[in-house]
């Protein structure tokens, strides 16, 4: 037997009024409800969105080397001009994908002096140039040795395309593969910027 | 003093201690060391843009691994590790910091578990105080006899 | 014909679940046993029929029936027999079909148990069982279906993600994670039950004690091995990274284990009913929580499978639980009033209030740190991260506060204690974790070191002592052996040594832990062919770099040699590997280990492979202590919760087992 107190007895609800009840569920209900609609918030957006920290900033400015045929590519050189970065890699679907895009945009504007310059990423040139071959890729690519300036972009993966205005500012990004309406529409609005002195 | 007093004296100076030793000893800081000691600090405490939540000083990828020798220059060249942290937020935002600044609404996540466990050790005192003294009294010999009954019941053999 | 199969037992199943939960009620509100006798039948079929959905799935599988889009997406022809099994479960809409199988595996269990003596919340708790299968039937029907077929089946699969793929233990991971949070829907449906018709007495705690701890051992297994795959498989060098998706499941746990201690105090003092009530709510809703952050494509994670729409659903369902489980709380509040109360701070009760208070800061902790980021989208607009910085700062020094605990409950009776017994009590185990901080601090080691280790040296003792007490006082009592002696004491109280065996393997686990985390050494070094690095106490030769092809997937091993520092003897040859996956973009890393014993120092030699060149490799190479502890302890807590759950044989009720009667007999005499 034991030295406890004996358990009491059951209580029977329906003691309590009625209204007390009703508002102890109500407290309670009411942090409950808070805490549903905060995780409601969340859905439909997409968790691996990260928000462009470049946009409105100057352009990190790199000299690469050319991906074949010696010499660089020097940001200082495409001053005045509307330049397009494309990061990209030869083990990336979604970079063969927008290649058409890419291309499509190269011919249309190359006259009116823009610029796209291909940047390699994780990746080895001679991959790199059997991709770029095999697309028949025809606008400067460069290599970037220890991911210097794709740190300096911000890249997170592949493909990612800045586009930068006459003067130096990063005017658009986006992340994962662009198509030819985002780049005209960029390409466009970057032109239209008055050139730096 | 009483036992009781003393008691409680005893276990918070206890709990006191341990708890202040490791909030220092987690805190340590990272000024002096050799320069990988240093960028496994900063890097500890950066997010690889290309992993899912490792840090840049955990992640196997090649693109922590070129962040990191980014850090070791950095941090070589005289920066300091603020300095270093800001220049990747800068490009990647605030995401790439691994442990949300202490601004704003940021103080949120650092100060509910402080205030949760200041509000639980409270609830604790107050429940466990609840009645004072306590209410068993040394048993009555009434109880006395039903006890020594039992424990002889108890050492029967078989 | 499996999609048919399939999606025909799935509807049935869904129909049945239903069925069941209506015939429950109205069995019980109707005083018509038959119905509630129809019931538990469905149940039966339910299960058969869940279990007939995932062999049609396996089939398709194991016959590359690619019509069907999850076999297409997830398995392939060259995909090895062994792993198109696992592609049942490896990705989202089969490991839903997994889930609804473990499920309806803990219904017929219910059934099944309860097919002669039933309490009277029983049709009622049933009811609660059949309402989440038909949650999870609609999920798995409906927006979450694997049987969706393809128009024009390709001519081979995409194989399951390379990750998946690489190692056996993906095997036996979920299984024992849904073991173990499905484990738990069975005492929340007691618990239920018990404030639906209003007799919250503690039968219901009573009745699902059992399930609630084998729950509990199965989701302890289930997050060992998955820190185990996480060390031995991704290549990282850690075992646990703070990813969201492991923070969720570690959150049942942590209630769990909360609950499993307050039930307790509420069995012999009847308090701590609401408490009690609410944790169980708590731990289910977490539960639920998990599948809508994993599976709502919430959060970005190791473990997030593809994108779905069913993020309402799972909210919907998560609120109609926490509204529906806490406001009956609330509603029979009167109900669960109680009129006794804690005695002082220096009791069992008390420590385990205190044990209470701890995980659920710690829960707090966690979840917090978790759901932050999503506040802070909502209100900012920005992203922002919180990662192992945060977690490990702030839950550190709760977590030693609960070790300390851990040390002193055992050692307080129940009720009340005096003050010189606990002291004499103390005595043994303040002693070794003195002794234990002294030879630390004059060794060098530093505060955390000297802090850890001593806390558990304080505990192990006080748990052991707490053992041998208990035996000794068997042995005085009733005689026999020591084996006998020890063998009788377990068995008359089962819960109290298994209890303690877990807090043995815990401090196992912890120190394990606390070893490798304030040690650190590892490097990243680049060896050439034939070349002989020095690092970090050890050389290293790279002897060779070859590849072979498998049928999915090709594997480059560099083959290296280990020696003692200084040119000493050969320690070992590790074979790192990189396996290179068709369509996948970086190579996904085999670590090659050296488990360390006591006869090695116990520390594991881990080395992976980051890339290979012409000239030769590119290493991460860890020296790390104790991590065997880690899996050592897990296995003990598991034996633990084994020992604790064991059936008792019938002994007289409330009778004193020979270390409560020494105990007794020391108050008495006070």
């Not at chain 3, 038909?134 to 927006?143: D, E, R, T």
């Not at chain 3, 890393?589 to 360390?596: E, L, W, Y």
């Amino acid at each position: 037997m034991r030295l406890d107190a004996p358990e009491r007895p059951e209580t029977r609800e329906a003691d309590a009024p009625r209204r007390s009840r009703w508002r102890t569920v109500v407290l309670v209900s009411v942090p409950l409800a808070a805490f549903a609609l905060l995780l409601a918030t969340s859905l439909g957006r997409d968790p691996r969105a990260l928000p462009s920290e470049l946009v409105g900033e100057p352009a990190p400015v790199f000299a690469l080397p050319n991906l074949e045929g010696g010499g660089t590519v020097d940001m200082a050189d495409l001053r005045g001009r509307v330049v397009v970065v494309n990061f990209w890699a030869s083990w990336c679907q979604e970079c063969r994908d927008e290649h058409p895009a890419l291309d499509a945009a190269w011919d249309r504007y190359r006259e009116r002096g823009v610029v796209v310059v291909g940047v390699l990423f994780e990746d080895t040139v001679e991959d790199g140039l059997a991709f770029a071959d095999e697309l028949a890729t025809d606008w400067p690519l460069v290599d970037d040795p220890g991911s210097r300036t794709a740190i300096a972009y911000g890249v997170f993966g592949v493909p990612e395309t800045f586009v930068i205005s006459p003067d130096g500012i990063v005017t658009a990004k986006r992340v994962g593969p662009v198509d030819y309406t985002w780049l005209t529409t960029e390409i466009e609005d970057a032109l239209r910027t008055p050139e730096a002195a | 003093m009483s036992g009781r007093v003393r008691l409680w004296l005893l276990l918070g100076a206890a709990v006191a201690v341990v708890v202040l030793a490791v909030t220092l000893a987690s805190g340590r800081g990272s000024d002096g060391g050799t320069l990988d000691d240093r960028v496994q600090d900063v890097a500890s405490g950066l997010r690889c843009p290309v992993c899912q939540n490792l840090s840049v000083a955990d992640s196997p990828s090649a693109l922590a691994r070129e962040m990191r020798s980014e850090i070791a220059s950095r941090l070589d060249a005289g920066d300091t590790p603020e300095e270093v942290r800001g220049f990747f937020v800068e490009r990647y935002g605030e995401w790439v910091l691994l442990a949300p600044t202490r601004e704003g609404l940021n103080l949120l996540p650092w100060l509910v578990p402080v205030a949760g466990l200041l509000l639980g050790v409270g609830v604790w005192a107050m429940l466990v105080r609840r009645r004072w003294p306590p209410e068993t009294e040394a048993p009555t010999s009434a109880e006395r006899r039903r006890i020594q009954a039992e424990l002889d019941a108890l050492e029967e053999p078989g | 014909m499996p999609a048919l199969v399939g999606t025909v037992s799935l509807a049935l199943a869904l129909a049945l679940a239903l069925y069941g939960g209506i015939a429950a009620i109205v069995g019980v509100k109707t005083g018509r046993p038959r119905v509630i006798e129809s019931a538990r039948t469905a149940a039966f079929s339910l299960f058969a029929l869940v279990v007939v959905a995932n062999l049609a799935m396996l089939a398709a599988l194991l016959s590359d029936d690619f019509t069907l889009r999850y076999v297409a997406t997830n398995s392939s022809t060259s995909t090895p027999t062994f792993f198109k099994v696992l592609a049942l479960w490896s990705a989202d809409e089969g490991s839903l079909l997994l889930w609804n199988l473990v499920l309806g595996g803990y219904l017929a269990a219910v059934a099944f148990r309860f097919r002669r003596r039933r309490p009277e919340a029983f049709p009622w708790a049933f009811a609660v069982l059949f309402g989440v299968s038909a949650f999870y039937l609609l999920l798995v029907l409906g927006p979450t279906t694997p049987f969706e077929t393809l128009a024009t089946p390709p001519p081979d699969g995409r194989g399951p993600l390379p990750l998946l793929q690489n190692h056996p233990l993906m095997a036996a991971h979920p299984p024992f994670l849904y073991l173990g949070f499905i484990g738990f829907t069975v005492p929340f449906a007691f618990g239920i039950a018990a404030l639906a018709t209003g007799r919250v007495s503690d039968a219901w705690i009573r009745i699902t004690r059992r399930w609630t701890i084998a729950a509990w051992i199965f989701l302890t297994i289930g997050l060992v091995l998955g820190a185990l795959w996480s060390y031995g498989v991704l290549g990282w060098g850690g075992y646990w990274a703070w990813d969201p998706v492991e923070n969720v499941a570690l959150l049942p746990w942590l209630t769990g284990t909360a609950f499993l201690h307050s039930v307790m105090v509420q069995e012999r003092r009847g308090m701590l009913k609401v408490w009690n009530l609410s944790l169980i709510v708590g731990t289910f809703a977490l539960t639920v929580l998990g599948t809508f952050l994993t599976r709502g494509s919430i959060l970005s994670s190791v473990h997030t499978f593809a994108q779905s729409l069913v993020g309402p659903l799972y909210l919907a369902f998560l609120t109609v639980v926490l509204l529906g489980g806490f406001g009956l709380i609330a509603w029979r509040r009167e109900a669960l009033r109680v009129e006794t109360s804690f005695d002082t701070p220096l009791s069992r009760e008390s420590v385990f209030l205190g044990n209470n208070v701890l995980l659920l800061v710690l829960t707090l902790t966690v979840l917090v740190g978790t759901i932050y980021p999503l506040l802070a989208e909502a209100v900012s607009g920005g992203k922002v991260s919180v990662g192992a910085p945060f977690f490990n700062r702030n839950a550190a020094p709760v977590a030693l506060l609960l070790l300390f605990l851990m040390g002193i409950g055992p050692l307080l009776p129940w009720r009340a204690a005096s003050l010189s017994a606990v002291l004499r009590r103390l005595q043994g185990p303040a002693w070794a974790a003195a002794i234990a901080a002294a030879v630390l601090a004059l060794g060098g080691s530093g505060t955390a070191a000297v802090v850890v280790f001593g806390l558990a040296a304080f505990v192990a003792t006080a748990t052991l002592s707490e053992m041998a007490r208990g035996v000794r006082a068997q042995r005085r009592a009733l005689g026999g052996s020591w084996s006998s002696a020890t063998r009788g004491a377990i068995a008359r109280n089962h819960r109290l040594y298994g209890g303690l065996v877990v807090h043995l393997g815990l401090i196992v686990a912890v120190v394990g832990v606390s070893w490798v985390s304030l040690s650190d050494r590892s490097s990243e070094l680049a060896i050439g062919r034939g070349e002989r690095v020095s690092v970090e106490g050890y050389e290293l030769r790279l002897d060779g770099i070859s590849s072979r092809v498998e049928p999915h997937r090709r594997v480059i091993v560099a083959d290296v040699t280990v020696f003692d520092a200084g040119g000493g003897e050969e320690v070992v040859r590790l074979h790192p590997s990189l396996n290179l996956y068709p369509g996948s973009s970086e190579p996904i890393g085999t670590p090659s280990i050296r488990v360390g014993t006591p006869l090695n120092g116990l520390s594991d030699l881990y080395l992976s492979l980051v890339s290979v060149d012409a000239q030769g490799a590119a290493f991460r190479f860890f020296v790390n202590p104790g991590v065997g502890l880690l899996w050592l302890g897990g296995a003990v807590m598991a034996l633990g919760g084994v020992v604790a759950a064991w059936p008792t044989r019938s002994r007289p009720a409330r009778a004193l087992t020979p270390v409560e009667v020494e105990d007794r007999r020391e108050e008495v005499s006070v």
